[in-house]
């Protein structure tokens, strides 16, 4: 009986020593297997890191790792850019334009040069106008450069400008003056005859003194004004402007006032 017990009793203890040992061998197991399973996980997750990043960025490594491919033009394309004129200017520089393009460049260019030319010449351009304007204002104010001496005249008297117009006589004065082919002298006498005319029918107060500028004025209001501007403005064109009057200037000027005398 005692035998018995001891045999179950020894039965039990390897049992239990066996339900001991494949426990212990498999919690080896399972720390064992568990490292390999995430290995593989962490290896998996950084190749993918890799290949996702590799489009973001280029490393050194990269660059040293890629292969360079080269790529090669057909001899026919790099021999007909030999023989195009367009692309031969190292040797024989560029070439002109021809055509609508060169008659557009030529037509500017010609037109530059006009231009500068044109300045270039400017200054002495506007010196000689300014010259010329100069002369003739001197000349047109009687300046004593530009003054000429008048022509002798048979009645000396008539010249002065406070002479009395009441005592010439004018019939005589004139003709004397028209034989002489002094016309400047005849068309004077004649306008003198004008102003002696108005006043006597009060359309002017004469007074020697007075410019003609004055005895316009007074003939303003009057319906004899337009023509006796016309023949004041001719009689001062040829006495003070000193110009040469001819026998015909003369007998169109004479018209002027033969009408004024014919309207009073």
């Given amino acids: 009986m005692h ?11 390897s049992i239990c020593l066996l339900l001991i040992a494949i426990a212990g061998f498999a919690q080896v197991e399972d720390s064992v297997a568990a490292p390999v399973s995430d290995t593989a996980i962490v290896y998996d997750s950084v190749v993918e890191t890799r290949e996702a990043g590799a489009h973001s960025f280029n490393s050194v490594e990269s660059f040293e790792q890629e292969r360079t491919a080269v790529r ?3 001899d026919s394309f790099t021999n007909g850019l030999r023989k195009d004129g367009d692309f031969d200017y190292v040797k024989n520089g560029l070439r002109p334009p021809s055509g609508a393009a060169a008659t557009s460049a030529g037509s500017k260019s010609g037109f530059f040069r006009i231009l500068a030319g044109f300045l270039t010449v400017l200054p002495y351009i506007a010196i000689g106008l300014f010259v010329v304007l100069l002369v003739w204002y001197l000349a047109a104010n009687n300046f004593i450069l530009f003054r000429t001496k008048s022509k002798s005249i048979a009645a000396p008297t008539v010249l002065e ?10 019939t005589v004065s004139i003709r004397q003056a028209l034989q002489q082919k002094n016309y400047r002298l005849a068309i004077r006498l004649q306008y003198l005859e004008l102003l002696k005319i108005l006043s006597d029918k009060d359309l002017i107060h004469f007074v020697p003194d007075k410019t003609n500028i004055e005895y316009l004025l007074q003939m303003r209001a009057t319906r004899y004004y337009d023509d006796f501007f016309a023949a004041t403005r001719n009689y001062e064109y040829s006495w003070y402007g000193l110009f040469e009057i001819s026998e015909n200037m003369y007998q169109k000027i004479n018209s002027t006032f033969q009408q004024l005398k014919q309207k009073l």
Wanted: aromatic share 8%; proline share 4%.
């Fill in 72 to 74: 090669a033009l057909p």
């Fill in 161 to 170: 400008e406070r002479q009395d117009i009441f005592s010439i006589d004018y």
């Fill in 3 to 13: 035998s018995r017990s001891g045999s179950i009793l020894r039965l039990h203890c």
